[in-house]
């Protein structure tokens, strides 16, 4: 159990144009999405933090209107970022905390890459 | 806030050779911690995790981790290192009182037969 997905894996945009990355708990409910951004041999970022039905909270230094994030349900967070450039093409991680669980469980999709073009 | 130090970027070892990768933290609060592993392309998995009790942590592939408060250390072992274990390894807190993982920079193991 315990299973995150995303979609697509792999996207290749022109500069301009806007995508949205999928985040979907497949087993279980979650109270809980983060997203995180990954450069090339670097650590994971934190961007932001959703939580179902209420606007998702932004770390310091993260455009919220360029990523725009939506967690419409307990199953499903979206990431879309905005006019992308070159410098958004990055590694895109979600994770999620399941719902009746601590604050130790997170469990983590396979990525999405993004290369803007 | 609290910040992770992963004191090694890379770890070249041989297969069936110990290996240990270190991670300090610094927190003013309690904390949990972890370790993820992260093979090319993917996701993080956990390997292992220490909220309280015990301060020898086994996970899974053969890894274990010590938690030292005083020193403020949860170093990763592994006594025997195959060939599938080259990945990059972050060690993560979070404090026990809040939900936001802060991430070392990483050290990725390459193991050499």
């Known amino acids: 159990g315990a299973v995150v997905s995303q979609h697509p894996s792999r996207v290749i945009c022109k500069s301009g144009t806007s995508v949205k990355i999928e985040c979907r708990s497949l087993d279980f409910q979650a109270t809980t999405m983060f997203w995180y951004r990954q450069f090339p041999k670097q650590s994971l970022m934190l961007m932001a933090t959703?939580?179902?039905?209420?606007?998702?909270?932004?770390e310091q230094g993260v455009e919220k209107d360029k990523f725009l994030i939506n967690h419409a349900s307990l199953t499903l967070s979206t990431l879309t970022v905005t006019s992308a450039h070159p410098e958004d093409s990055s590694f895109y991680i979600c994770?999620?905390?399941?719902?009746?669980?601590?604050?130790?469980?997170?469990?983590f999709g396979p990525g999405t890459r993004l290369t803007v073009l | 806030a609290q910040s992770v130090t992963q004191l090694d970027s890379q770890v070249p070892v041989f297969e069936e050779a110990p290996v240990e990768l270190r991670c300090n933290y610094s927190?003013?609060?309690?904390?949990?911690l972890f370790w993820y592993v992260q093979y090319p392309n993917q996701g993080l998995q956990l390997l292992l995790k220490?909220?309280?009790?015990?301060?020898l942590v086994k996970g899974i592939n053969g890894f274990e981790a010590e938690f030292n408060k005083s020193q403020t250390s949860f170093h990763l072992r592994k006594p025997s290192v195959h060939i599938s274990d080259t990945a990059e390894y972050f060690c993560?807190?979070?404090?026990?009182?809040?939900?936001?993982?802060?991430f070392g920079g990483g050290t990725r193991v390459l193991v050499k037969p």
């Open positions: 994770s999620a905390g399941r719902l009746g669980t601590g604050r130790d469980e997170q469990f």
């Open positions: 959703s939580n179902e039905g209420s606007k998702a909270t932004y």
């Open positions: 927190s003013s609060v309690s904390v949990y």
């Open positions: 993560a807190v979070i404090q026990a009182a809040g939900n936001k993982l802060t």
């Open positions: 220490y909220l309280s009790g015990s301060t």
